[in-house]
């Protein structure tokens, strides 16, 4: 075939998202296929207007259309709490918990030297900035290996500027992505948050 | 906020795709919102060009950028045995098995009342439009209760022209779908197939 087989670019493109396979990239263009080619077309306008309006919230680090982000900029939530996660994902486990009336910071994952992810790839120095005006920061990363590593490394960071600093309690279960944790396990945690 | 969120757009759209809920439609948005804005482009555009210029092959029914479509156009491949498969990918499962040296023809599915899909939902009448000229029919619709009575159903229909219809064997184990076979039961599927 001379021209470009758009059904296997097609297949090329969506296999690069992640957790999807050639075979399910395969499956995926086949029912777009199936279906009226404004499906296909409307979910393309949509991924390419996914950057043209967003940007990073300046203070929290979440992506949003405006800057700050309607969190930050809302007056009715504590000025002076900072819950830190990792992903914006696990922002909405918390906020479902209904036990969290603070603000966030989106770290943007965590510390790993095994992958080399180190402080710098991290929104760790926004951090920073924001915790001297904060009276508890609170450590929501995951409770796995490189989760608790960047809860201590942070805590290291942040008790000498006199802010208090907190971590969800083993509400959650240990393995568990806090993205997936229940609503009752979130709600626990909080309550049962330790001093670091 | 008074704009559209091209996040919860993007989201909301992800999410059309099958097997794509909400949860895993936030992720790849979020991933997508990480990576370069090229990426995101790059798979819209892939998913714009898809339907503009794949058209139906009017002999095997399967999509491809020229009608007919280069299988049908291979002078190599027998031209009096049809395989014929309920989803374009199961071309790919019967390919890689080495075993079929002859055409196809997609059916688009199997015959399934309880779900209302009737022979006319399928490319039954572009598959007797073919059939006089075939010495073979194989059916290779999956091994459930859908693709058994599609089997019978079009031996019903070919048998009276003189066709000699088969059915795959079961090599492929019952209730796994054509597409997920592995190589060896496919051909052993291939090589054993049987009168219907």
């Known amino acids: ?3 470009v087989d758009p059904l296997r670019r097609c ?3 969506l296999a690069r998202l992640p957790g999807v396979g050639e075979r399910t990239a395969t499956r995926l ?48 939530r504590e000025a002076d709490t900072i819950c830190v996660v990792e992903r914006p994902q696990d922002i909405s486990a ?3 918990s209904g036990g969290w009336r ?20 991290l929104t760790v120095r926004e951090l920073l900035g924001r915790a001297p005006a904060a009276r508890e ?24 500027l006199g802010v208090r600093v907190t971590r969800l ?3 959650v279960a240990v393995g568990t992505e806090l993205e997936y944790a229940d ?7 909080l309550e049962n948050r330790r001093e670091l």
């Open 1 to 3: 075939m001379s021209r």
């Open 94 to 96: 918390i906020e479902r």
């Open 29 to 76: 263009a086949y029912w777009l296929l199936r279906q009226d080619p404004q499906v296909a077309a409307e979910i393309a306008d949509a991924l390419h207007a996914l950057h043209a309006s967003m940007v990073k919230c300046s203070v929290c680090c979440d992506m949003a259309v405006v800057d700050p982000c309607p969190r930050c900029a809302d007056p009715g």
């Open 183 to 189: 609503r009752s396990s979130v709600a626990r945690a």
């Open 137 to 160: 920061v609170l450590v929501a990363t995951d409770p796995d290996v490189e989760g608790d590593a960047t809860a201590l490394y942070l805590a290291g960071l942040l008790k000498p």
């Open 169 to 171: 309690a083993h509400g």
């Open 102 to 121: 603070g603000r966030f910071h989106v770290l943007g994952g965590a510390i790993s030297p095994l992958e080399g992810v180190g402080p710098d790839a």
């Open 11 to 13: 297949v090329a493109q």
